[in-house]
Structure formats: structure tokens, C-alpha cells
């Protein structure tokens, strides 16, 4: 009875809005950034640290979600100071030892960084936010992102954070779905600012997606291996709305991928804040629910006009059921205090997916007309 009555609950994205905003900016660190913390640490001169790579990419990705916002919204002349101390810490970040261009052994976040970073400089200069005697300084930010993401791109395509054999040693790698997707998003918007990305890291990329296309329908975590359909939604969404940005992809596959992600989304809740990554029965770490969501969103946006509503009611609905008490959201075990940071990244995540279905009605109240 509970969740079908959530499931009648309609979300106000004007409140969404305003409780976001607020929890956002009392949570920027040194006035200047929210990081992305997960569990994988770095040796720093002081002991172990926050990786720079989930540093840059956290604040870019609360950046974007804070850029959704209207500009006569809450906290207007809050929000801009806020994203512009951000902006400076992104391109300042690229001077970081942390972010130059290479893979650290088998395992490095800095990619997620690069990506994020590349994608949201971008978009600020798009948009006229940059000041002018800025620019030099940002856009060799984005040239530094843009050169390595190109140099650690993967030999037969696309891009993984986790390489077991090692970068240095040559060897191909396998592709994550999870990362190649938004790599290959921030690269296109490259190319349609500015930037020149060679077209054959778009087809090596794109082939690298299909081939993570496994027998049962899923997605595979990384390169071709059998993960199973329920915890793979995520790379599902993420991979069929790229290929049909690009062009390249089938509705009737995006659509098998929205329809799979509602009916096994009871199956991802339950991994929703437990502890543990990539753990058996589910395949998937539980900081992959709030990215599932906002591929969904990405997904609904690119079927026909006549057929986003029913999908949009559904997730808006479920956003509203994983809401927290205080009006945020978080994916990962609220318990474990090295996670709180990552509220940021869930709230974020779900403003920016409430954000792009908006404009789509909820096909109960056009019955009522």
C-alpha cells in the first residue's frame, strides 16, 4: 500500500528547487568545492586523501546541477558566487599533480574529473559566465581536461577507471560503460565549442558501448563480461541514449532499456546504501542508483513526445520515494561518516534529472482536462 501510494505522489520541482539550493551551498568546502568521496583513497603527504579526481568531479557535477536552476531562483546572487569560486577551483585543479596526464596504476578517478571538469568549463563559456579577463586561463582548463581524456583513452575504445592489467603495460583494456558514456558527451560538446576530437575516438568509443551489449540484454560492467539485466539498468540507459544522440542507436532498444530499469528498479533499491562496490547478487555498487536516474531522465527525453509522460510520472515518483527526510537525496550508506559528502553528489543528481523531465506533463492530469 505504501508504494502505491508513492506512486501517486507528485513532486514539486519549485520546492525541490529551493531545498537543493540551500543544502548545496552550506555544504561548499572551502568555499570553493563539493567533492565526490567514495571509498578509494590516495596517499597523500599527510596520510591517505581524497582523490583530486573525485574532488574536480564532484564540484562540476553539483556546478551543473546548480546551472539548472532558474536565474531568479533561490538564492540567485548565492548560487552565482558559489559556482564562479568553483569555476576558479576547476581550472586551478588542472595544474594539480593529480590531474596530470597519465593512469596511475590499475586503479586512478582522475578520468571522472577531466570529464566532468570538461563538460561543465564548457558549458559556462557557453553560456556567457566566464568573465572575460578569465578566458585564457579557462580555456586552457579545458584543452588540459581534454588532453587527458584523449591520452588514457583505452587502445580499442573508450575509457575505464579500473584497469586490473595496468595503463603503462599496453594492453587494450576493457571499456566501462559507467565512464565512456558521459566521456563521450563532454568530448561531442568539445567538439561543438571549439575543441577538435578526431572522429575515430567517437567510433572506437561507440563500437566499445556495443560490444559491452551482453546476450541477455544487459550491459556489461566492463568489456563483454555476463552481468546480469537487474543490476546493469543503469549502463543500459547510459548506453542506448548515447547511441541515439549520436545517431547511432534504435528507440526500441531505449525504450527495452527504460522498461527494464522500472521493472527491476524495486531490485536496485535494496542495493541503495549498503556497503560494499561490486558485490554478488547485484553486480553493482550502490553510488550507480542516482546515475541510473539520470540517464533515465537523458532516455525519456529522447523518445517521441507522445511517449515521455508515463515514464516521467514514474520517476519522478520514484525520486520522491527514495527522498530523504531533509529533502536530499543519497545513494550511499548514510551511517558510514567517510560518505556523508555523498548527499551532494545525489542531490545533484536527482535536481538535475527533476530538472530536465519538467517540461513533460503528467499524463493523469491531461486525462482531467
Excluded at 532558474?70 to 538564492?75: L, W
Amino acid at each position: 500500500m505504501l508504494i502505491s501510494l508513492l506512486l501517486l505522489a507528485s513532486i514539486d520541482l519549485v520546492e525541490v528547487r529551493s531545498t537543493a539550493v540551500d543544502f548545496l551551498l552550506d555544504r561548499q568546502e572551502n568555499s570553493a568545492e563539493w567533492p565526490y568521496r567514495g571509498v578509494y583513497q590516495v596517499r597523500g603527504s599527510e596520510g591517505l586523501e581524497n582523490p583530486i579526481g573525485y574532488r574536480v568531479g564532484g564540484t562540476a557535477i553539483v556546478m551543473q546541477a546548480l546551472d539548472t536552476v532558474p536565474a531568479d531562483g533561490p538564492r540567485a546572487k548565492d548560487r552565482t558566487k558559489a559556482i564562479e569560486r568553483s569555476r576558479l577551483f576547476l581550472v586551478q585543479a588542472m595544474q594539480h599533480s593529480g590531474m596530470a596526464h597519465v593512469f596511475s596504476e590499475t586503479y586512478d578517478v582522475r578520468g571522472w574529473g577531466w570529464c566532468y571538469a570538461l563538460e561543465t568549463l564548457i558549458t559556462l563559456r557557453r553560456d556567457g559566465l566566464v568573465p572575460d579577463d578569465a578566458l585564457v586561463s579557462h580555456q586552457q582548463a579545458e584543452v588540459h581536461a581534454l588532453k587527458g581524456i584523449l591520452t588514457t583513452e583505452i587502445k580499442t575504445g573508450g575509457w575505464n577507471y579500473s584497469r586490473r592489467r595496468g595503463f603503462a603495460s599496453g594492453s587494450p583494456g576493457e571499456a566501462s560503460p559507467f565512464m565512456t558514456v558521459p566521456t563521450l558527451r563532454a568530448l561531442r560538446l568539445a567538439n561543438q565549442h571549439g575543441h577538435t576530437v578526431p572522429d575515430e575516438v567517437f567510433e572506437r568509443g561507440a563500437a566499445a558501448l556495443v560490444r559491452s551489449r551482453t546476450k541477455a540484454g544487459g550491459q556489461a560492467y566492463a568489456g563483454s563480461r555476463p552481468d546480469p539485466v537487474p543490476g546493469s539498468t543503469g549502463r543500459m540507459l547510459a548506453v542506448e541514449s548515447y547511441l541515439v544522440e549520436a545517431g547511432l542507436g534504435d528507440l526500441s532498444k531505449l525504450r527495452g532499456a527504460l522498461d527494464a530499469f522500472f521493472a527491476h528498479w524495486e531490485r536496485l533499491e535494496e542495493r541503495r546504501q549498503q556497503r560494499g562496490t561490486h558485490v554478488a547478487p547485484f553486480g553493482v555498487a550502490p553510488y550507480y542508483f542516482m546515475y541510473a536516474h539520470e540517464q533515465a531522465s537523458r532516455a525519456i527525453m529522447l523518445l517521441p513526445r507522445s511517449e515521455r509522460g508515463e515514464y516521467a510520472r514514474l520517476l519522478r515518483s520514484r525520486l520522491e520515494q527514495v527522498r530523504d527526510p531533509g529533502g536530499t537525496w543519497n545513494d550511499r550508506d548514510p551511517t558510514d561518516p567517510r560518505l556523508v559528502r555523498t548527499a551532494n553528489y545525489g542531490t545533484a543528481m536527482a535536481l538535475m534529472s527533476l530538472d530536465r523531465i519538467s517540461g513533460v506533463d503528467d499524463p493523469r492530469e491531461s486525462r482531467n482536462r
